[in-house]
């Protein structure tokens, strides 16, 4: 069983920063991959970053060049930088990992935080 709380979000205007942060319970290098997805209210949840075996950080296209993920193995914690940030991005943001188990991919959610983009 994997936990996941993300914290960081809040509200700021146009154009500023942002930073998220999810601690799992367990060794983040031992997960088969992890990630973030946004949700807005009425839409379903939409890919932003994610990291797989191959330690490579693919983004969102909306997002490329204004994000970075980001992870710290010593704190089992993984980060989310968010700059020059728009109004579009507003939405509940959500940590995701997938653990690989005898039984095959377990995957865990966060319970989200929101992000407000707004002047």
Known sequence: QVQLVESGGGLVQPGGSLGLSCAASVSISRL???????????????????????????????????????GDNAKNTMYLQMNNLKPEDTGVYYCYAVQLTASGNAEYWGLGTQVTVSS
Do not use: H, N, P
């Open 32 to 70: 088969k991959s992890m990630g973030w997805y946004r949700q807005t209210f009425g839409d379903e949840r939409q890919l932003v970053a994610v990291i797989l075996g191959d330690s490579i950080v693919r983004y969102a296209d909306s997002v490329k060049g204004r994000f970075t993920m980001s």
